[in-house]
């Protein structure tokens, strides 16, 4: 079945790390996106991607990193500047053009430890 | 800018009654919207969309929504609602935003069901 697949499902930084949230899809999706949502504030995009070795940052792009360096793969880096990276994150991906609803994967949740 | 708002953040009901969760948007252009549902822990899954035509669209499992253009909103409806629809249900206006497309959602309402 096509999909996006989000891993790990659970993950956990220590102070000043870096991770990285892996993102993949098999669904021929040119274009692909990162939201973060946090308790009561819905979703907020921090970067998305039309197209391989393209990336254009979002609202919320500060502390965090991508790479698009295949057409099925869109990996978030979170660095250490992102002082508040407790939240979950959701990836997801859309066929080319506005009317295309978005396919999400099920999430990586990250906390601080 | 494009802006959605939904009304409740949280609507509990009595299994097998009806069920009304509000969104509006703000838009300057012409747009296409979108509920997501999303279970505990789960990504978010499509449930309807309106893209153009008939302003009433519904969903396999009941759902449907109305389009009103002169009041910007798109209410969501069930007319009895299942254990099973608890979740937390999310508004989203697409627009184009420099070649690609953007979301916005609104903040999401929790739709508790009680028995």
Not at chain 1, 32 to 45: E, I, N, S, V
Not at chain 1, 83 to 88: E, I, M, Q
Not at chain 2, 6 to 11: I, K, W
Request: charged share 15%; hydrophobic share 30%; aromatic share 12%.
């Amino acid at each position: 079945d096509g999909g996006i697949t989000q891993s790990p499902k659970y993950l956990f930084r220590k102070e000043g790390q870096n991770v990285t949230l892996s993102c993949e899809q098999n669904l021929n999706h040119d274009a692909m996106y990162w939201y973060r949502q946090d308790p009561g504030q819905g979703l907020r995009l921090i970067y998305y991607s039309q197209i391989v070795n393209d990336f254009q940052k979002g609202d919320i792009a500060e502390g965090y990193s991508v790479s698009r360096e295949k057409k099925e793969s869109f990996p978030l880096t979170v660095t250490s500047a992102q002082k508040n990276p407790t939240a979950f994150y959701l990836c997801a991906s859309s066929g080319e053009g506005q009317a295309q609803p978005q396919h999400f994967g099920d999430g990586t949740r990250l906390s601080i430890l | 800018a494009q802006s959605v708002t939904q009304l409740d953040s949280q609507v509990p009901v009595f299994e097998e009654a009806p069920v009304e969760l509000r969104c509006n948007y703000s838009s300057s252009v012409s747009v296409y919207l979108f509920w997501y549902v999303q279970y505990p822990n789960q990504g978010l899954q499509l449930l309807l969309k309106y893209l153009s035509g008939s302003t009433l669209v519904e969903s396999i499992n009941g759902f449907e929504a109305e389009f009103n253009k002169s009041q910007t909103s798109f209410h969501l409806r069930k007319p009895s609602v299942h254990i099973s629809d608890t979740a937390e249900y999310f508004c989203a206006v697409s627009h184009p935003w420099g070649g690609a497309q953007k979301l916005v959602f609104g903040q999401g309402t929790r739709l508790t069901i009680n028995p």
